[in-house]
């Protein structure tokens, strides 16, 4: 028999109480790169991304969890950003999932189908992943630069008259696990909507963008027009930073 979370307050505190029990329901997973636009850091760069893969692991779907930042002196202005922002549950009973080795390339296999995840039925709100490092039995050749690597963005960024081309690869730790990122749905044993996963280079409530915080004229003092950003530049570390943020991620129902 299993157990369904019920909002019972406006800070998020939720019972348990029993229920009907659950049923398993098969749902495609699959890419979606709509929430991929251009988007403006907090130093006025217009930054365009035409290429977008990270290597992930076992995608998790979670029903309710902790509000993230509630606490008990929670004023009301912060309650209710908490509730328009979906997502800020984290930590929530996973109840569906699509295991496996995955690389989330949205520019290149818009619309793949990733696999079918097993659900059980019941009102969800979040997803999580883990990072990890792109091998070659993801199906990479040796010169491709996601080998070794957890993700790979290309782009171009733009300031009044100044246009460069960057390309980012990024290390993140293997295991870090993203929680939280949104997916509000309801799955019902009839439900065969497919689960669309995004990735949005702005944070769609607070317009932060993924690249807040670095100055692109900065990363090209030899005036090329060129920009790399590799593992142990002050770059990476923000760039990584930003990318582990569940606000850039997304699952929704197609």
């Known amino acids: 028999m ?47 991304l035409t290429t977008v ?95 070794g690597h957890t993700a790979h963005l290309v782009g171009t960024a733009r300031k009044g008259e100044q246009e460069l081309a960057f390309t980012a690869v990024l290390d993140i730790a293997a295991g870090t696990q993203l929680v939280g990122a949104p997916f509000e749905d309801t799955v019902e044993a009839a439900t065969l909507d497919p689960i669309e996963v995004q990735f949005l280079p702005t944070d769609p409530v607070e317009a932060k963008s993924l690249f807040d915080g670095l100055d692109f004229a900065a990363l090209d003092p030899d005036g090329d027009g060129v920009v790399s950003i590799v593992p142990g530049d002050e770059a990476h570390n923000i760039l990584r930073r930003t990318l582990q943020t569940h606000v850039h991620y997304n699952a929704t129902p197609k």
């Open 53 to 147: 893969r990270i290597a992930v692991t076992d995608l998790q779907f979670t029903i309710l969890g902790e509000m993230h930042g509630a606490s008990a002196s929670l004023g009301g202005w912060l309650i209710s950003r908490v509730w328009a922002h979906p997502g800020h549950y984290a930590g929530g009973d996973v109840t569906g999932e699509l295991a496996g080795d995955f690389i989330l390339d949205w520019t290149g296999h818009d619309g793949m189908k990733l696999g079918t995840a097993d659900m059980l039925t019941g009102d969800y709100n979040g997803m999580n992943f883990n990072f990890r490092a792109a091998v070659a039995a993801d199906g990479l050749e040796a010169a491709d630069p996601l080998l």
């Open 2 to 48: 299993s157990k369904r979370h019920v909002l019972t307050t406006m800070l998020a505190a939720t019972a348990c109480t029993p229920s009907q029990e659950s049923v398993h329901v098969q749902l495609d997973v699959q890419l979606d790169a709509a929430g991929i636009v251009p988007t403006t850091n907090d130093g006025d760069w217009a930054v365009e």
